[in-house]
């Protein structure tokens, strides 16, 4: 039998790995508190529970109190993030200041409405190629959705606003959507 001249060549469709990659994702936000007062972190889990990542500050008895480390579920550093100044911050690979992966600017601080400006370093060696993205949101309903130009990249939004109203979620879990391949442009 002679094949359909409608067929599609195999060339011209996606992959499993590609179609896979373009599917979005959610992780769950859950902020941990140690004491009465907010010192604890932020832990990143899979739909199944299961920890991705935490993030830790440091005491704020020790030099280094301006810095948080985002650690993998081993508990090994992936990023340290630094605070230059009220409204500014710079992110290392690892747990050393040598490698900069971004910087954070506030550009907009008002009550109820905060946008940063995120610029990716792409490497020492080219300049030219760093990304750039945009950060908007609203601290007091917990939610933010970050561009790069009009691509959202990733959106955080409070668990109780996604239909779960028969269940009790308290306002410190929230739910991060990362929508893959938007950075790849």
């Given at each position: 039998m002679g094949e359909s001249s409608s067929a599609i060549p195999s060339e011209e469709l996606p992959s499993a790995a590609t179609a896979y990659q373009a599917i979005p994702f959610d992780l769950?936000?859950?902020?941990k508190y140690k004491h009465l007062t907010f010192r604890g972190g932020l832990r990143f889990t899979d739909s199944?529970?299961?920890l991705v990542y935490e993030v830790q500050k440091s005491d704020g008895q020790s030099p280094d109190f301006k810095k948080k480390l985002l650690l993998d579920s081993q508990g090994n550093t992936l990023v340290s993030l630094h605070r230059v100044n009220k409204g500014s911050w710079r992110g290392f690979k690892g747990n050393d200041e040598e490698d900069l992966m971004f910087t954070v600017e506030k550009t907009i601080?008002?009550?109820?409405?905060?946008?940063?400006k995120i610029k990716l370093v792409a490497g020492k060696d080219d300049p030219d190629s760093n990304i750039e993205l945009e950060m908007r949101g609203s601290p007091l309903k917990r939610s933010s959705t970050l561009?790069?130009?009009d691509s959202i990249v990733a959106q955080t939004s409070l668990m109780y606003t996604l239909g779960f109203k028969k269940i009790f979620v308290?306002?410190?879990?929230?739910?991060?959507?990362?929508?893959p391949g938007s950075l790849d442009e």
């Open positions: 769950f936000v859950t902020k199944a529970g299961n601080d008002v009550l109820n409405r905060k946008e940063f561009y790069k130009g308290p306002r410190s879990r929230f739910r991060l959507t990362i929508f």
